[in-house]
C-alpha cells in the first residue's frame, strides 16, 4: 500500500515524514532500506537520524537554491529545510522501533521543528462533519470537528440554527457556549 499512498500524497501535495518500523529484526539494514525508499519513492528521501554535517549536505543536494546557499555559508537554514518539506522536495526519513518506542521521539520533534504551523483566519468557520444521528430525547445530534474559526451558539449555518454545543468524552457531555479548531 505504500506506492498508492505515495501517489495520493503526490498527486495532492501534501508533505510526507516518513518513519521506518522493525529496525530492531535480523538482517535489517539501514542504509539498504533507505536506498532502496529512494529507488521506489523519491531520491530526496533523506536519512534525518544522520550526523549534522551529513545530513546537510544531503539536504542541499535536493535543490539548487539550497545547494548554492549551501556552499557560500555551509549551512542548511531551519527556514529552508520547512520550505523544502513543504513543498515535497524533501522528505525526511527516521528510523526505528515503534513497539519499543525507539526513534518514535525524534520523529515527533522532526514533525515539530521542521513543519510550518497552519494558522487559519479567525473570521472563516470550518468544520467535518462525521457523524449525525439521534439522541434520547429525539433532537438531531451531529459531530463534528472544527478546522478553523469558531462556532457558537444562536449561530446560523446554511439554514440550520445552533441551539446547543456539547464536547463529548465517551459517553458523558458538557454543554459549552462555544467551540474553537481543534
Not at 505515495?6 to 542504509?31: A, C, H, T
Not at 520547512?82 to 515503534?98: E, K, N, T
Request: glycine residues 8%; proline residues 2%; aromatic residues 8%.
Amino acid at each position: 500500500h505504500t506506492a498508492t499512498l505515495w501517489k495520493l500524497l503526490e498527486e495532492y501535495g501534501i508533505p510526507v515524514f516518513l518513519f521506518i518500523n522493525k529496525m530492531d529484526q535480523n538482517g535489517v539494514s539501514k542504509e539498504a532500506l533507505l536506498e532502496e525508499i529512494k529507488k521506489k519513492l523519491s531520491e530526496n528521501c533523506i536519512d534525518f537520524t544522520a550526523e549534522k554535517e551529513e545530513l546537510e549536505e544531503a539536504v542541499a543536494m535536493c535543490r539548487e537554491d539550497v545547494l548554492e546557499s549551501y556552499l557560500e555559508t555551509a549551512v542548511v537554514e531551519k527556514e529552508q529545510l520547512q520550505d523544502m518539506i513543504a513543498g515535497r522536495d524533501l522528505f525526511p526519513c527516521y528510523f526505528g522501533c515503534a513497539l519499543k518506542m525507539e526513534g518514535i521521539e525524534a520523529l515527533l520533534e522532526g514533525v515539530d521543528n521542521y513543519t510550518i504551523p497552519y494558522e487559519a483566519e479567525e473570521t472563516s468557520f470550518g468544520a467535518r462533519v462525521f457523524k449525525i444521528k439521534r439522541d434520547d430525547m429525539g433532537n438531531r445530534l451531529t459531530f463534528l470537528k472544527v478546522t478553523s474559526g469558531t462556532l457558537r451558539v444562536k449561530d446560523v449555518i446554511g439554514e440550520e440554527k445552533i441551539n446547543q454545543i456539547r464536547l463529548y468524552s465517551g459517553d458523558k457531555f458538557q454543554a459549552v457556549e462555544e467551540a474553537g479548531a481543534g
